[in-house]
């Protein structure tokens, strides 16, 4: 067992949530799944309690606990992107999964957890500082899906088309 696990709760749905991410995202799988050996709040004996499961790597547990707690945007995964194609291949998964699109590359999957979908280039922007990043950023907050043609062309001082 890791020393650092991320638990993310879930109502019921824990199993169904971290198949979704391992067939998603690279270097994601799905480990043990763990039944209740009694009634909880929110299960019974033989529901699926825990799963364990990696995403990008990073190992967590799903827990479904039932609809006391919710997801919320004050967590997120943050999925570092190389191109456009891989952004819109993640954006559309989650999206397309019945999830939802926010402001500046953020989206909710059907679950309710937050994703940051971010392209390299606008971290490498920002991390600049000055006029470039000032530049990216406004770029960025007009976008729900970030648009690495248009934070390029921010990047270069270039009007950026609406």
């Not at 050996?37 to 990696?54: H, N, W, Y």
């Not at 456009?84 to 999964?97: F, H, L, M, S």
């Not at 990043?133 to 990047?155: P, T």
């Amino acid at each position: 067992m890791n020393k650092n696990t991320i638990c993310l709760w879930y109502d019921h749905d824990a199993e169904e949530a971290a198949r979704f991410y391992a067939r998603t995202f690279p270097d994601s799988a799905v480990g043990a799944v763990h039944r209740a050996p009694s009634d909880f709040p929110g299960g019974k004996a033989g529901d699926v309690l825990t799963v364990e499961f990696t995403v990008c790597g990073v190992p967590c547990i799903g827990l479904n606990g039932g609809a006391t707690f919710k997801q919320s945007e004050a967590f997120s995964f943050q999925i570092a992107t190389d191109d456009q194609a891989e952004t819109d291949r993640y954006w559309n998964a989650i999206v397309g999964n019945g999830g939802t699109e926010s402001a500046c590359g953020w989206c909710k999957d059907k679950w309710g957890l937050s994703w940051q979908i971010t392209p390299r280039v606008l971290t490498e922007a920002m991390a600049r500082g000055g006029d470039v990043a000032k530049r990216a950023f406004g770029a960025m907050m007009q976008m729900r899906k970030i648009d690495v043609a248009k934070i390029e062309a921010a990047v270069r001082g270039e009007a950026v088309p609406a």
